[in-house]
T-cell receptor, first 115, second 115 residues
Framework: AQTVTQSQPEMSVQEAETVTLSCTYDTSENNYYLFWYKQPPSRQMILVIRQEAYKQQNATENRFSVNFQKAAKSFSLKISDSQLGDTAMYFCAFMRVGLGNKLVFGAGTILRVKS | GAVVSQHPSRVICKSGTSVKIECRSLDFQATTMFWYRQFPKQSLMLMATSNEGSKATYEQGVEKDKFLINHASLTLSTLTVTSAHPEDSSFYIC???????????FGPGTRLTVT
């Protein structure tokens, strides 16, 4: 079974600064996707960024980028120029391709952006 | 596009009664829908996967007779919590996926309180 570990229960960052959220996962599969989801106080889940395991290049979406280390099974999220609206719970998630494409979520990291 | 709605957003029911939660894909046909449960400040736990026209597949430890899932059409799945008890109080989130797709589109969630 796949597991996803987020070792930082809470983090805080000053507005405009950069923060990195950590995630490690455990799998014996070779074909999978990794995701970061954001859940703001509204509780609506929002996809932040996606990484396909077969791609060596790290995914980037505007201020959000990942550091994907496949051999180390590490998948961290970097948020640059943090904004107040980034305050949310962030979940790292794993999806094995095939067999229902189910998501396995980490425990989450609460990120607070301070002004 | 790719909007998923849930109804109701909040529901309070008395212990021993049943409550139904609807999940609708508003602008696409969802061959697969997922139901999650989320306790306060915790992660999303997958309860079951439902495919249109077939029986739902429940995750280990989820009571099938208590959490009835029906995916009667390509745009609607329902979760019925039968004989609800206070320990069933939680936040329930659904997601929907297009045929052949990988992305799950999440609903806004339903807060269930059992008194």
């Amino acid at each position: 079974a796949q597991t996803v570990t987020q070792s930082q229960p809470e983090m805080s960052v000053q507005e405009a600064e950069t923060v990195t959220l950590s995630c490690t996962y455990d799998t014996s599969e070779n074909n999978y996707y990794l995701f970061w989801y954001k859940q703001p106080p509204s509780r609506q889940m929002i996809l932040v960024i996606r990484q396909e395991a077969y791609k060596q290049q790290n995914a980037t979406e505007n201020r959000f980028s990942v550091n994907f280390q496949k051999a180390a099974k590490s998948f961290s999220l970097k948020i640059s120029d943090s904004q107040l609206g980034d305050t949310a719970m962030y979940f790292c998630a794993f999806m094995r391709v095939g067999l229902g494409n189910k998501l396995v979520f980490g425990a989450g990291t609460i990120l607070r952006v301070k002004s | 596009g790719a909007v998923v709605s849930q109804h109701p957003s909040r529901v309070i029911c008395k212990s021993g009664t049943s409550v139904k939660i609807e999940c609708r894909s508003l602008d696409f046909q969802a061959t697969t829908m997922f139901w999650y449960r989320q306790f306060p400040k915790q992660s999303l736990m997958l309860m079951a996967t439902s495919n249109e026209g077939s029986k739902a597949t429940y995750e280990q430890g989820v009571e099938k007779d208590k959490f009835l899932i029906n995916h009667a059409s390509l745009t609607l799945s329902t979760l019925t919590v039968t004989s609800a008890h206070p320990e069933d109080s939680s936040f329930y989130i659904c997601s929907a996926r297009l045929a052949g797709g990988w992305e799950q589109y999440f609903g806004p969630g339903t807060r269930l309180t059992v008194t």
